[in-house]
């Protein structure tokens, strides 16, 4: 079984930053990409960010050059560095992940249980 636990949500001012973490436990023998997707009420859940194994970083429009998705493989851990928050950025925030769990390499996407970002004065 795997698990994908978030922490670093919270409640920021315009302008503030947060650093959201994500660590993946369990069976893995592998992992593709990791990201980070969110969801704000009302909304669809939209993808964030991702990264992939060597490293290649990819953004949404949206946050691009405000955020900053690095991952630690020693510690199958994602991170989001989130600067110059906006109002807008407001949502629940979820981890994401593809990857294996046995030699066969046959990936699988994994969902993290979500933290909360409130952008607010």
């Known amino acids: 079984q795997v698990q994908l636990v978030e922490s670093g949500g919270g409640l920021v001012q315009p302008g503030g930053s947060l650093r959201l973490s994500c660590a993946a436990s369990g069976s893995i023998f592998s992992i593709n990409t990791m990201g980070w997707y969110r969801q704000a009420p009302w909304k669809q859940r939209e993808w964030v960010a991702r990264?992939?194994?060597?490293?290649?970083?990819y953004y949404a429009d949206s946050v691009k050059g405000r955020f900053t998705i690095s991952r630690d493989d020693a510690r199958n851990t994602v991170y989001l560095q989130m600067n110059s928050l906006k109002p807008e950025d407001t949502a629940v925030y979820y981890c994401?992940?593809?990857?294996?769990?046995?030699?066969?390499?046959?990936?699988?996407?994994?969902w993290g249980q979500g933290t909360q970002v409130t952008v607010s004065s």
């Open positions: 990264i992939v194994s060597g490293g290649r970083t």
């Open positions: 994401n992940s593809l990857l294996s769990t046995d030699w066969r390499k046959i990936p699988y996407t994994y």
